[in-house]
């Protein structure tokens, strides 16, 4: 290989081909504002923690960093259950938060994402919902309650379904109709080609630029013939755009070094040259 293959070997992206091997591809961020009742209640519950973690980081304790910014990035798309954050070490209470929304009340994002599956199954498109919440924080049993209430069909792809039989899992749901499947990002990151789903919807992002990379481009592949579509939603005026931010931040970095120039939809949140990792620091401290 390495004398009569490499040689003549020249490695190129799909994009670079030319031919419209690839339909086109398009990546938008959409900011999306919480109720009235919602925001209140996560300024009161950024404000307790932020103060809380204040005090730990001037004893030099760093223990609650991570409890902090884990529940202010999920509450606004959890908030529909009561919230209750403990010190993992002492294990008193820190603060308490009652569910903001019953369980056949629409939040503002879970708004957003109907109205976008609505428009897209109007033009004969099927779309693929990432939540990252598929676990203790479980947002994709709601997700699939809400959507079918508008009449879409649904299917949830969960991690007990084998990564052998998730191809195959899914052709099954298309042969049944569906409008919608929802999942983690993380369970089909690799080895899926999902061409039927040409319309991506993103709740979170997460931290994995890989994983996110990936999940994206799960529909933009060869033999896509309809525009692929991603969305980004993010709750204004929370810890969730300021992760969008430093994934903005990660995927630049990672898209110049390999020799591209950005054009993520994301790319509107990274308006400054700060390192996001700072920038997130800094959000949590002066909430």
């Given at each position: 290989?390495?004398?009569?293959?490499?040689?003549?070997?020249?490695?190129?992206k799909l994009k670079d081909i030319g031919g419209n091997v690839l339909p086109p591809y398009d990546e938008e961020f959409r900011e999306v504002a919480m109720d009235t009742a919602q925001a209140a209640a996560y300024r009161d519950l950024a404000g307790r923690l932020t103060q809380e973690l204040k005090q730990a980081l001037a004893k030099r304790d760093t223990t609650l960093l991570g409890v902090v910014l884990n529940v202010l990035l999920a509450w606004p798309?959890?908030?529909?259950?009561?919230?209750?954050?403990?010190?993992?070490?002492?294990?008193?209470?820190?603060?308490?938060?009652?569910?903001?929304?019953?369980?056949?009340?629409?939040?503002?994002?879970?708004?957003?994402?109907?109205?976008?599956?609505?428009?897209?199954?109007?033009?004969?498109?099927?779309?693929?919902?990432?939540?990252?919440?598929?676990?203790?924080?479980?947002?994709?049993?709601?997700?699939?309650?809400?959507?079918?209430?508008?009449?879409f069909k649904v299917a949830v792809l969960r991690a007990s379904v084998d990564a052998s039989r998730r191809e195959d899992w899914i052709a099954e749901q298309l042969d049944r109709g569906i409008d919608v499947l929802i999942t983690n990002p993380e369970l089909v990151k690799t080895g899926l080609d999902l061409l039927e789903f040409p319309t991506i919807v993103f709740l979170q992002?997460?931290?994995?630029?890989?994983?996110?990379?990936?999940?994206?481009?799960?529909?933009?592949?060869?033999?896509q013939k309809q525009p692929v579509r991603v969305i980004y939603l993010g709750y204004a005026n929370s810890s969730q755009m300021t992760c969008l931010g430093?994934?903005?931040?990660?995927?630049?970095?990672?898209?110049?070094t390999s020799g591209d120039v950005p054009e993520s939809g994301l790319d509107v949140l990274n308006q400054d040259g700060d390192s996001v990792e700072v920038a997130l620091a800094r959000q949590l401290v002066t909430v």
């Open positions: 290989v390495l004398r009569c293959v490499l040689p003549f070997t020249v490695f190129l798309d959890c908030c529909f259950r009561s919230e209750t954050v403990v010190h993992p070490r002492t294990r008193n209470t820190l603060a308490f938060v009652p569910a903001q929304f019953n369980e056949l009340e629409v939040m503002p994002k879970e708004r957003e994402l109907i109205e976008i599956c609505k428009q897209e199954k109007a033009e004969g498109r099927k779309t693929l919902v990432y939540s990252v919440y598929t676990g203790t924080r479980d947002t994709t049993s709601r997700l699939k309650v809400l959507l079918e209430q508008e009449g992002s997460g931290y994995n630029v890989y994983s996110l990379q990936q999940a994206a481009r799960r529909s933009w592949r060869i033999g430093l994934m903005a931040r990660k995927i630049m970095v990672s898209q110049s």
